[in-house]
């Protein structure tokens, strides 16, 4: 009996040891069965694609691709203006006296930096604009999420780009950019014309 006692702690040892493996063998697939049931305890959402891939942030984008588009066309057909008028001051330079020479130069100097001003001012006035609206829809987001983890039973949603290694299983961009799609109306956007008039400055 006395030799039999080590043995018989030896076994048990080596018992616990196999248990123990198996357990830290095992404990990986119970995140994937939760994962399959839809009740993940953390679940991933690229914020990225929220701002991107949604309708209501792609037709922000392509407004303000649009709007800019004409912007620009306005500056465009302003500078040829410009530069016509300045072509034909210096054709008449010749037979215009020096003082009226040198005060149409005075006053078309000053109408370009005007016109220059102007320009710098609508294309700030549009970037503030769009980044506003941006800023709105970003504010629907945390409420889509929050229905999302409720309704999925997660502890937690992160940032999937934030995140330096996840699951792809754990990624629910696209249930949710379809929620976000389904959920939250479209955003309000003003025309190049109204948008450049709430923004000028008073007295205009």
């Not at 010749?94 to 003082?99: D, F, G, K, L, V």
Request: glycine fraction near 2%; avoid cysteine; charge should be neutral.
């Amino acid at each position: 009996m006395t030799r039999g006692a080590p043995r018989s702690r030896l076994w048990t040892r080596r018992q616990t040891l196999a248990l123990a493996m198996l357990a830290l063998v095992a404990a990986p697939l119970v995140p994937s069965v939760a994962v399959a049931q839809g009740r993940a305890p953390i679940l991933t959402v690229s914020r990225r694609r929220l701002l991107n891939e949604t309708r209501q942030a792609r037709a922000l984008l392509e407004a303000e691709q649009r709007m800019t588009a004409e912007l620009q066309a306005r500056i465009d057909e302003t500078k040829r203006e410009l530069a016509a008028e300045e072509q034909e001051l210096a054709e008449r330079r010749s037979t215009m006296p020096r003082e009226e020479f040198e005060e149409r130069t005075a006053a078309f100097d000053r109408k370009v930096r005007g016109e220059r001003r102007e320009a710098q001012r609508q294309a700030a006035a549009l970037q503030t604009a769009f980044r506003s609206l941006r800023v709105r829809l970003l504010s629907t987001i945390d409420a889509v999420l929050e229905r999302v983890r409720a309704e999925r039973g997660a502890g937690l949603i992160l940032d999937r780009d934030e995140t330096l290694a996840a699951d792809p299983a754990l990624d629910i961009t696209d249930e949710v950019v379809a929620v976000f799609d389904a959920s939250v109306p479209m955003p309000e956007i003003p025309d190049l014309e109204s948008l450049l008039a709430e923004a000028a400055p008073s007295g205009e």
